[in-house]
Each structure stands twice: as C-alpha cells, then as structure tokens.
C-alpha cells in the first residue's frame, strides 16, 4: 500500500492539502508492517489540486497513492481525490512516518472535517491568502 503525506517542509505534516505541492510517499510492503519513504513529490505549481485542471484521463503523480494523510484541507479536495479512488485522512498527528505506522495499526487519531474547520478557525490567519468564491462554510482553500 502507497501512502502520500502533505508535507511542505519534508518534515512534518502540514495542511492545506489543496495548495500543497511536497508529499513524502510512502510503502508498507508486506504484513510485517515495516514501512519506507520510497519518494519525495515537490510539484510544479500548476499540479496543486487547487490549479490543477486534468485534460481526459491525464494521471496525476498522487495517483500512486491509495491513501493521503493531511493536516487539513477543504471537501473539495476531499471529493477530487475520492474521484481518483484516494482515501483523504485528516489527522492531528505530525509526523509523516509515524502517522503512517498508525494508520497501518487503524489507531491514528483522525480529525473529522468539522474538527478541523474549528481547529482552523481557531488559529489561521485567512490575512496570508485569498478566499476568493468562499461562502459560509468558511475557508475552502486548502
């Protein structure tokens, strides 16, 4: 199983999957549950979900992936990657081989989207970038 985490410092998790471009991707290879980074993504801007626009079948280089972790992103992001039959996990977690081994063991602390939405409000500055088309549901950007 191929797992991508958002990762723009190649450090931590972080959020805002739909503008992000670096993802570590990792592989559990067997049942023994031994797990290996096997790629670093730094994409070109136009490949970030938010400005990507696929012409036909064109794959994109997350379609490796059967699952991504993030720290938060919007249910459009959510509903593009479900379109390409990824699973989007949220987690609180931030480190990428840890979340990983805990997805594989099922006990990784997965936020739901409203939890993050909360979290996010709490302590997002929404001055760092546009919103653009937003409504209600607050900020859809990531």
Not at 50 to 73: K, M, Y
Not at 98 to 116: C, D, G, K, Y
């Amino acid at each position: 199983m191929k797992i991508a985490v958002t990762s723009q410092n190649f450090r931590t998790i972080t959020g805002h999957a739909g503008k992000g471009r670096r993802f570590l991707v990792y592989e559990a290879a067997d049942a023994s549950g031994v797990v290996q980074e096997i790629d670093r993504l730094d994409l070109p801007k136009e490949y970030a979900f938010h400005d990507w626009h696929p012409v036909g079948e064109q794959v994109h280089p997350l379609d490796v992936a059967e699952v991504v972790i993030t720290a938060s992103c919007g249910q459009g992001f959510i509903q593009r990657l479900a379109e390409r039959n990824i699973k989007v996990v949220l987690t609180s977690e931030t480190d990428p081989m840890q979340a990983v081994q805990l997805f594989l063991r099922q006990e990784l602390p997965i936020l739901s989207p409203e939890e993050v939405k909360h979290h996010h409000a709490a302590d997002h500055s929404h001055s760092d970038h546009e919103h653009a088309g937003s409504d209600d549901e607050g900020c859809q950007c990531h």
